[in-house]
């Protein structure tokens, strides 16, 4: 991309929770810093946003309401915003995150502006294809969102590949990692949160999820049992979703209410990353992985599943290790391993610390960019 070459871009995304939402905004704010005029088309202020930055504009959906609607129309609430905001601030691009209903609001904008707009940009996240899509009905939205975007990208080649499956798309699809500050996200040490977690020096694991369903948060508290039947240790659990309420019911099944701490969600995450030896993420799905990317940037090793887009991020044995879907036993031996041996942990954090070193927000950004040019 040319240095002088600044665009209108407008970015649509989950603005609460989640890895789509976080790199939608990660990557925002770092095209805002690189000179362009940056607009957030959303259903609140994004949750990664921080401060007051130059470049930003925030343009705030407000769902449409009426007596005869039994649910308020966002979608069309949402599109007609994405045909205001393209129209009043000629944006070059609209680069939307997660095909529902972001790709297929940003088609109906397109429609309504006429031929010239906008070019669209559809980022798949994950379950936007390995789960909503295998609804038959939800599959064909899906494809119109993909089909008619003028281009699409993919946070790993996993996705690409299921994406592929799943549509029989001769879409081309653009692999684009995602990334990690790596000034942000590097081990912090807080005594104090220490000493408070684990006061007689146990083991600290750690799980960051929305807590759905393809986390397989039980198997979170599985793993975490079987190791501290055998080593002193606590486990810290952050974020919230549908399945927090049965990972609390499972605590207190197995009697761990006093190890398994429910911290909900929490800004200062690096430092929080950084109390940890181990990251688990047992994922049924996982078309990336940013939280463990995230914890290996703190030089976390992560004991997680053989799934989607989790081996292109972790190298199994190096800075981690994977075992097959469901496999607690194999996980928990896996974690223990690493936890009695102090030498093999180094290496394995130092290891994790390195390999995030290879998904920079710079050169990712520079990816996103390269797109958005080919478009103009
Ligand atoms: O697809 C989802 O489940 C939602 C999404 C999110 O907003 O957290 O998660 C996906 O996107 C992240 C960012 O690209 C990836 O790191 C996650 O692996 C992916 N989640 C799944 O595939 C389950």
Not at 124 to 132: A, I, K, N
Not at 303 to 330: A, C, T, Y
Not at 333 to 346: H, I, T
Request: charged share 25%.
């Amino acid at each position: 991309m040319k240095e002088d070459m600044h665009m209108r871009i407008g970015i649509s995304c989950y603005p609460t929770l989640g890895g789509s939402g976080a790199i939608a905004t990660e990557l925002g704010k770092a095209l805002a810093k690189r000179g362009h005029e940056v607009h957030f088309i959303v259903s609140g202020i994004p949750f990664r946003l921080g401060l007051f930055l130059d470049n930003i504009y925030i343009h705030e959906v407000e769902p449409m309401s009426y007596p005869v609607f039994r649910q308020n129309p966002y979608d069309m609430a949402l599109a007609a915003k994405m045909a205001d905001v393209v129209r009043n601030y000629q944006l070059d691009i609209l680069h939307v995150h997660y095909a529902i209903p972001y790709a297929v609001c940003a088609f109906l904008a397109k429609e309504m502006l006429g031929e010239k707009s906008v070019k669209v940009v559809t980022t798949l996240h994950g379950t936007d294809v390995t789960v909503l899509a295998q609804d038959p009905l939800l599959r064909d939205v899906i494809r119109l969102g993909i089909e008619k975007s003028d281009a699409v990208t993919a946070v790993s080649e996993s996705l690409i590949e299921q994406t592929n499956e799943v549509f029989q798309t001769k879409c081309p699809i653009t692999k684009i990692y995602n990334f990690v500050d790596l000034h942000e996200f590097r081990r912090i040490t807080k005594p104090s949160w220490k000493e408070k977690i684990a006061p007689n020096d146990e083991k600290i694991l750690m799980h960051v999820s929305n807590f759905r369903g393809v986390k397989r948060v039980p198997d979170v508290l599985a793993v975490f049992h079987k190791v501290r039947e055998r080593i002193p240790s606590k486990l810290l659990l952050v974020g919230e979703g549908p399945d927090l309420e049965l990972a609390r019911t499972i605590t207190h099944q197995r009697g761990l209410d006093r190890d398994v701490f429910f911290l909900g969600k929490q800004d200062e995450i690096a430092s929080l990353y950084s109390l940890a030896d181990l990251f688990l993420l047992p994922s049924e799905k996982e078309s990336f992985g940013l939280v463990a990317l995230e914890a290996m940037a703190c030089g976390v090793p992560v004991i997680g599943s053989i799934i989607g887009g989790i081996p292109e991020v972790v190298e199994h044995g190096h800075s981690g290790f994977l075992s097959p879907v469901g496999n607690v036993e194999d996980m928990a031996e896996n974690a223990l391993q690493l936890l009695k041996n102090q030498d093999m942990w180094q290496h394995f954090s130092k290891a994790a610390r390195k390999r995030a070193k290879l998904f920079t927000l710079d050169e990712q950004v520079k990816k996103y960019e390269d797109v958005y040019e080919s478009l103009q």
